[in-house]
């Protein structure tokens, strides 16, 4: 291998893996519905299955057994497996064949045989193939949608030794096992349908156990960043200046969540007497504002600062400042509840990932508001660090650009223009640059 050709590698596995980037630039999968004239429909919204992942294979099986094709996505990015269930209305007939071959002058995975199905008027193929897009393999079950025919006249397997097994009487809606050691035996395989009828999709993920508290390596400014509230959908993060900021994000079927707000209802004033500004934001999508505001109201929560999550504020909190302070590496989506502490000048300094307890909260609050010579973040963090290097600006600005927050991304790039390292010695700053 050339060194140009490892180089090249290395590269690529730094760009995707640490700094973010797609190798099909974050397109949205798409779904093409066969319209039985030659012609397809483009129906990826309709199907949900228009997700931005990183997708690398998709593979076809029936899952459930219900006569339709169901849908697997393999993906670089978490999740890692997607499982898309045809829940189309049915409105024809299939029939689906398992091929077995002798071992002997035919593979017993039958890989290359072709089966070929007549109808009144139509004929289908298909041929088994190993392997299907990359490192993939959809079902070794051929299934034929037969459309309205009512009668099979004949079903052809031509085995890869160059043997052919005719099957006569074959019905409609089978699903059938065609053994070519046995002359074209056929066994009617058993159905199980109905596996997959009520299954809804994966419920956001839940933290267990004791929160994940992280002390940001250096502070993130998010002065300009919109929080929309049920009173100023424009309002920002700079609105809020002046005071510590506690940003809660919950949703209504989060019950660490409600933990949090029987908390706060009991403890709350700790809070309140240090000049804490608690702010909840409610990231249902879309977000009912009547029916958020009466759970804040039953736990008896000051609702006059509360807001939502919009798609706008997702992509910035969770696609583009998430990925910058984890790394693209960190794929899965944010536990809930959330919750972010900002200083009096709209910086981020601590995320709390799941339920946290107040005191701990109270602690930061403390180490913020205190006069002490070490700088914030080492006193948050609890240690001292002899190079104190500077956010990266530049790149930050660039996903913002990536995902659309042009305002954003002009904000961070004039800040990196006056972001520079320093050295702490003595209790003083020394800047690196000279």
Not at 143 to 152: C, K, M, N, S, V
Not at 262 to 288: E, F, I, K, S
């Amino acid at each position: 291998m050339s060194d140009e050709y490892a180089d090249a590698w290395a590269a690529t596995r730094i760009l995707t893996v640490q700094e973010g980037m797609s190798w099909s630039g974050f397109e949205r999968n798409h779904t093409f519905l066969n319209l039985g004239n030659g012609r397809f429909a483009d129906v990826s919204r309709l199907s949900n299955a228009d997700v931005d992942g990183d997708g690398r294979a998709v593979a076809s099986v029936d899952w459930d057994d219900d006569g339709k094709l169901d849908l697997v996505l393999k993906n670089r990015t978490a999740p890692r497996v997607q499982i898309f269930h045809n829940r189309y209305p049915s409105s024809g007939s299939f029939l689906s064949v398992d091929l077995v071959g002798n071992g002997t002058t035919c593979n017993r995975d039958a890989i290359n045989a072709r089966v070929l199905v007549e109808t009144q008027g139509a004929r289908f193929q298909q041929t088994l193939h190993g392997g299907e897009g990359f490192l993939a393999q959809s079902s070794k079950r051929l299934h034929f949608g037969l459309g309205d025919a009512t009668e099979i006249e004949r079903v052809t397997v031509q085995w890869p030794d160059g043997t052919d097994t005719v099957l006569d009487g074959v019905e409609p809606n089978s699903r059938i096992v065609v053994d070519q050691s046995s002359e074209g035996h056929v066994v009617r395989a058993a159905t199980k349908s109905g596996l997959l009828t009520s299954t809804a999709h994966a419920p956001p993920l839940a933290q267990s156990g004791p929160s994940s508290r992280v002390v940001l390596g250096a502070p993130l400014p998010m002065a300009p960043v919109r929080i929309p509230s049920f009173k100023n959908p424009e309002r920002r993060v700079s609105d809020l200046a002046g005071a510590p900021v506690l940003l809660m994000l919950w949703s209504s079927d989060c019950t660490a969540c409600m933990r949090e707000f029987l908390a706060l209802r009991q403890q709350g004033r700790r809070l309140d007497r240090l000049g804490l500004r608690v702010v909840t934001m409610n990231a249902d999508h879309p977000t009912d504002a009547a029916a958020a505001i009466a759970r804040l109201e039953r736990y008896d929560l000051d609702t006059a600062d509360a807001g939502f999550v919009d798609d706008r504020l997702d992509s910035v909190l969770w696609r583009t400042f998430y990925h910058h302070l984890f790394g693209p590496r960190t794929n899965l989506s944010p536990p809930s509840p959330t919750s972010l502490l900002l200083d009096s000048e709209g910086r981020l300094l601590v995320l709390y990932m799941g339920q946290v307890d107040l005191r701990t909260i109270e602690v930061d609050v403390k180490q913020i508001l205190a006069e002490d010579e070490r700088p914030l973040l080492d006193r948050l963090s609890g240690g001292y660090r002899l190079v104190h290097y500077p956010r990266d600006f530049t790149r930050l600005a660039d996903a913002c650009t990536a995902r659309g927050h042009e305002e954003l991304a002009a904000y961070y790039r004039e800040l990196a223009e006056d972001a520079v390292p320093f050295l702490f010695l003595d209790g003083e700053r020394q800047d690196l640059r000279r």
